[in-house]
């Protein structure tokens, strides 16, 4: 992936928004040391889908979103999965 220009506002905020959901999901992920799990699988499997409520569960699910939907607006991904939509329902 290219690194260009980032033209228009709406990839700019998209951009900001990926930096800083991405960075909240690397705060959680570090503080999380203290669980059994070692890092790897069950590690994120315990940040993601475990039932407790701690408070890095809950960051890192919002920066997980944060970070999709940041990416999607920065680099145009709806676009690219539109492309691909059209090619798969056209054959």
């Known amino acids: 992936m290219k690194v260009k220009k980032f033209e228009s506002p709406m990839k ?5 928004i990926f930096c800083l959901s991405s960075a909240l999901c690397l705060v959680a992920f570090l503080i999380t040391y203290k669980t059994y799990y070692d890092i790897g699988f069950y590690w994120l499997a315990h940040l993601i889908f475990d039932g407790s409520d701690q408070w ?5 699910k919002l920066g997980l979103v944060g970070a999709i939907v940041g990416a999607a607006l920065a680099w145009d991904y709806a676009s690219v999965v539109k492309r691909l939509y059209k090619w798969v329902s056209n054959g």
Not at 12 to 16: A, K, S, T
Not at 56 to 60: C, K, L, R, S
């Open 12 to 16: 700019r905020l998209g951009f900001v």
């Open 56 to 60: 890095q569960q809950t960051a890192f």
